[in-house]
């Protein structure tokens, strides 16, 4: 039973040309996570939201954008990508709990190739 | 910076052996998680160890936390195949709702 789901799983775009990237959840958790991974490296936070809250981090470009209509869907939206940008791009989830941040769910991930 | 710091960076070992990665962080933390990553495929969660915790048993698995050195290991005893994968330690310090990668361990079992 998929849990976390992403679409596309590989995606291919120009440089410049925008590009959105899905996530849904089965599991109704408040926290939804984008990560950035390059080859032969750890996972990079992007943003996430807890519930309708945005949190984005620092150092997280401009060209990069996020919408999460509702609980299930978070959407990751790069505007104008650079060759930089080719990447695995990770969705997460995890439940809001009073004791602390419990286990994220990742999804099978979005490989993207900026040609 | 990242929080974490996985070590060693790569590890290759023959399959029934056991293999121990090691994970440090810098600052104070609430709980330590251990994630597995295949090739090109998203990040499973292993264990979850809290600060408050020294050892965690998971079947094959067994991780240490020791607080005052900032370290973690994690072993995986009697190795198979299978467990060819890249391993991340990650840390939630003090926000709650996000969490720090490692730079990761190559695994590498042999037949």
């Known amino acids: 039973d998929a849990m976390v789901i992403q679409n596309p799983r590989y995606q291919v775009t120009q440089f410049g040309k925008p590009v959105t990237l899905s996530c849904s959840q089965t599991l109704n958790h408040n926290v939804m996570y984008w990560y950035q991974q390059k080859s032969s490296q750890a996972p990079k936070l992007l943003f996430h939201?807890?519930?309708?809250?945005?949190?984005n981090e620092a150092d997280t470009p401009d060209n990069f954008q996020s919408r999460r209509p509702n609980t299930s869907f978070c959407f990751l939206d790069i505007r104008s990508p650079g060759l930089g940008d080719t990447a695995m791009y990770l969705c997460?989830?995890?439940?809001?709990?009073?004791?602390?941040?419990?286990?994220?769910?990742f999804g099978p991930g979005t490989r993207l190739l900026v040609l | 910076s990242q929080q974490g710091e996985e070590d060693p960076q790569a590890l290759s070992i023959q399959e029934g052996e056991n293999a121990t990665m090691n994970c440090s962080y810098k600052t104070s933390i609430n709980n330590l998680q251990w994630y597995r990553q295949n090739s090109g495929r998203g990040l499973v969660h292993l264990i979850l160890?809290?600060?408050?915790?020294r050892e965690k048993h998971s079947g094959r698995l067994r991780v240490t936390l020791d607080t005052s050195k900032k370290s973690s290991s994690l072993l995986i005893t009697a190795s198979r195949a299978a467990d060819t994968a890249s391993y991340f330690c990650a840390t939630n310090g003090n926000r709650d709702d996000k969490i720090i990668f490692g730079k990761g361990t190559r695994l590498h079992i042999l037949p």
């Open positions: 939201y807890y519930d309708k809250d945005f949190n």
């Open positions: 997460a989830t995890s439940r809001d709990a009073a004791s602390g941040l419990e286990t994220q769910y």
């Open positions: 160890i809290r600060s408050n915790e």
